[in-house]
């Protein structure tokens, strides 16, 4: 998404590439305005300066449209974690406590642009040669358990700085961690990617928040409150 990349074409370069960027969902924290996404000329600049010499130029314009989609899904991720948990470990418990499929019920009404101010995105860091510590513990877990922990590591991560909007306070800085996983493609050849967002544990309330998520879930399903709220 920076603005910086060339646009000009690279040396011995065949293709021609679109020069033409979309704008994207993630409102900036920085402006009024939304991040843009970079055009496959700037993409395909970008895997060449990292070392990419044997990159594909007719996949670029797919590569763009997959990079787009996964920040897409990664930006619907974290807005939902802030809905839940922008006014309040209180208020996201009460968000919670349904578990996930209850909670996404109420997403229309709990949500709204008046009651919590959407986030933004301040800036972002790809850390790919940084492992996170839950893909650490889940790559030592497929050792001990295949079976049930087997897969491969991330192939990408992403830290995300994220402007938490209050209704009470000012404004806070939020880093969201984002591992970014493959899976065996569909029957039709079509690539499936999975994408694990949370809030980074740098911060106290952080590591409540993940807990209260999961372990509202968690309650809802054992407790057998989902089977009785189906009758």
């Known amino acids: 998404m920076p603005s910086n990349l060339s646009q000009s074409q690279a040396a011995n370069q065949t293709v021609n590439l679109p020069i033409e960027r979309t704008l994207s969902s993630i409102p900036r924290g920085d402006s ?9 000329q700037q993409m395909y600049n970008a895997m060449l300066r990292k070392g990419g010499g044997d990159v594909p130029e007719d996949a670029v314009e797919s590569m763009v449209e997959v990079h787009n989609f996964l920040n897409e899904g990664a930006w619907a991720e974290i807005v939902e974690w802030e809905r839940r948990f922008a006014k309040g470990l209180s208020y996201g418990w009460q968000a919670c406590k349904k578990g996930e499929d209850g909670s996404m019920t109420g997403a229309g009404i709990m949500a709204s642009e008046e009651r919590i101010p959407q986030p933004k995105l301040l800036r972002f860091q790809g850390r790919p040669n940084d492992m996170t510590p839950k893909a650490k513990i889940l790559q030592a877990l497929g050792q001990i358990y295949p079976s049930k922990f087997r897969g491969e590591p991330p192939f990408d991560r992403h830290d995300w700085f994220v402007q938490r909007q209050t209704s009470s306070t000012q404004p806070q800085e939020v880093r969201y961690v984002i591992d ?25 309330s952080a590591a409540i928040e993940r807990l209260i998520r999961w372990s509202g879930d968690v309650w809802y399903r054992a407790s057998g409150a989902s089977v009785r709220d189906g009758m």
Request: no cysteine; glycine share 6%; hydrophobic share 20%.
């Open 32 to 40: 009024d305005s939304n991040w843009e996404y970079p055009s496959p």
């Open 180 to 204: 970014y996983y493959s899976g065996p493609p569909e029957p039709t050849g079509e690539p499936v990617f999975y994408l694990d967002v949370r809030p980074a544990v740098d911060r106290p």
